[in-house]
């Protein structure tokens, strides 16, 4: 089985800063894609930073400049470091990976618990 843990969510001020992770255990050949969703309350789940095996990442409008998404190949890993938050960033995240669990399987979407992100003064 696939497990994927988060961890570092909390509340901060406005201007603040924050860095999420998400650690995949269990049986894994490789990992493709690497991202990070959120879910505010009301809305929909959305996109907010990706970034596959070579290392090449994407982001939506609203973070640009401000978070950067990294993985840790070794380590099984994704972080989102979150910089100059603000109260719209306010949201549940969730890591998602790509996962092939042996090399003969096909891939498939894990996803994290979610870690809630409070941006409030």
């Known amino acids: 089985q696939v497990q994927l843990v988060e961890s570092g969510g909390g509340l901060v001020q406005p201007g603040g800063a924050l860095r999420l992770s998400c650690a995949a255990s269990?049986?894994?050949?490789?990992?493709?894609?690497m991202g990070w969703y959120r879910q505010a309350p009301g809305k929909e789940r959305e996109v907010v930073a990706v970034?596959?095996?070579?290392?090449?990442?994407n982001y939506i409008d609203s973070v640009k400049g401000r978070f950067t998404i990294s993985r840790d190949n070794v380590r099984n890993t994704v972080y989102l470091q979150m910089n100059s938050l603000k109260p719209e960033d306010t949201a549940v995240y969730y890591c998602?990976?790509?996962?092939?669990?042996?090399?003969?399987?096909?891939?498939?979407?894990?996803w994290g618990q979610g870690t809630q992100v409070t941006v409030s003064s």
């Open positions: 998602n990976m790509n996962i092939r669990k042996f090399w003969y399987d096909s891939s498939n979407d894990y």
């Open positions: 269990g049986s894994i050949y490789s990992i493709n894609g």
């Open positions: 970034i596959n095996s070579g290392g090449s990442a």
